[in-house]
């Protein structure tokens, strides 16, 4: 996949803690986007960033999700007080220069089960 | 709002056989159209992408069509082997994001 890396792949939490997913986009790739899978549903964008930018969050639900793309370091999807709805594959991408005539680079996905 | 529909939710073959795969989207104003491949626990892998001032995209025993005006996308399999056995995902493509349809999920058998 082209060096999106996410992590953890599989994440197990309680209802009411906090998940954080990281991932780090191929290397010069300056854009990312998040988009979570429900079992059974298509992938629905949640998120579009570049450095230090929010771009795009309109598939973001309001409350307790958020996410940052800071100059240094991974992006980071962070889902506070989670609940068994939250349950779902969550994909980050990447692309060079936005989605215009570029391929987009999807990582393996990060797998969060919340019990 | 574009939307994007894809016909049908699944499909089983005989190994060697041709297939095709059908996407409809709502949104004629597309930026491009992608196929993806996604493999049971895994992330999703690039197949085609077609830009919207494109009508096809070709990459071995797969070509992709697109037709913009009547909202259409497809994808052509050519002497499928059960190696193609996977979930095949097709995405419109704005300037700032995908909307994927919900897939078809093929099965080759040998």
């Known amino acids: 996949n082209a060096g999106v890396m996410q992590n953890p792949r599989h994440l197990v939490r309680r209802r009411g803690q906090e998940a954080r997913l990281r991932c780090s986009p191929v290397k010069g790739h300056s854009h990312v986007y998040w988009y979570r899978q429900l079992p059974e549903e298509g992938l629905k964008f949640m998120v579009y960033l570049q450095k230090e930018n929010i771009i795009d969050e309109s598939g973001m639900p309001k409350e307790r999700f958020s996410a940052e793309f800071p100059k240094e370091g991974p992006s980071i999807l962070r889902i506070q007080q989670v609940v068994r709805g939250d349950s779902a594959a969550y994909f980050c991408a990447s692309s060079p220069d936005g989605l215009s005539g570029n391929t987009i680079y999807f990582g393996e996905g990060s797998w969060l089960t919340v019990v | 709002k574009q939307e994007v529909t894809q016909i049908p939710a699944a499909l089983s073959v005989p190994e060697g056989e041709n297939l095709v795969l059908n996407c409809s989207f709502t949104d004629s104003a597309i930026y491009n159209l992608q196929w993806f491949r996604q493999d049971p626990g895994k992330g999703l892998t690039s197949l085609l992408l077609?830009?919207?001032?494109?009508r096809e995209q070709t990459s071995g025993r797969l070509n992709a069509s697109l037709d913009k005006s009547s909202g259409r996308s497809t994808l052509y399999i050519a002497a499928s082997q059960p190696g193609d056995s996977a979930t095949y995902l097709c995405a419109g493509g704005g300037s700032e994001k995908l909307v994927f349809g919900k897939g078809t999920k093929l099965t080759v058998n040998p």
């Open positions: 077609i830009q919207s001032s494109q």
